[in-house]
Nanobody, 119 residues
Framework: QVQLVESGGGLVQAGGSLRLSCAASGSIVSLNVMGWYRQAPGKQRELVATITIGGTTTYADSVKGRFTISRDNAKNSVYLQMNSLKPEDTAVYYC?????????????WGQGTRVTVSS
């Protein structure tokens, strides 16, 4: 099993910045993809950004140009730098990791960290 622990959420005014961190621990072989999802009140969970172990990134259109995902493979950690935050970015942000083994694909989620952007 792999455990993911997020940190860095909080309350920020519109236009401000936050940096989320996620540290993985446990039975780690290779976290092939790490990423962030979010779930706003009353809405479905949605992809925010992902990054492969090689550094290839993807972003939701709604965050392109404002958010930057990065990772430190030596620390088994992933980060999300969020700039120019908008009230619509308010959500619980979840860290995720995918580990591809020989016979199976393992998918892990953190407990979430709340981000609130005030107008």
């Amino acid at each position: 099993q792999v455990q993911l622990v997020e940190s860095g959420g909080g309350l920020v005014q519109a236009g401000g910045s936050l940096r989320l961190s996620c540290a993985a621990s446990g039975s780690i072989v290779s976290l092939n993809v790490m990423g962030w999802y979010r779930q706003a009140p009353g809405k479905q969970r949605e992809l925010v950004a992902t990054i492969t172990i090689g550094g290839t990134t993807t972003y939701a259109d709604s965050v392109k140009g404002r958010f930057t995902i990065s990772r430190d493979n030596a620390k088994n950690s992933v980060y999300l730098q969020m700039n120019s935050l908008k009230p619509e970015d308010t959500a619980v942000y979840y860290c995720t990791a995918v580990q591809i083994r020989v016979a199976r694909v393992e998918d892990y989620w953190g407990q979430g960290t709340r981000v609130t952007v005030s107008s």
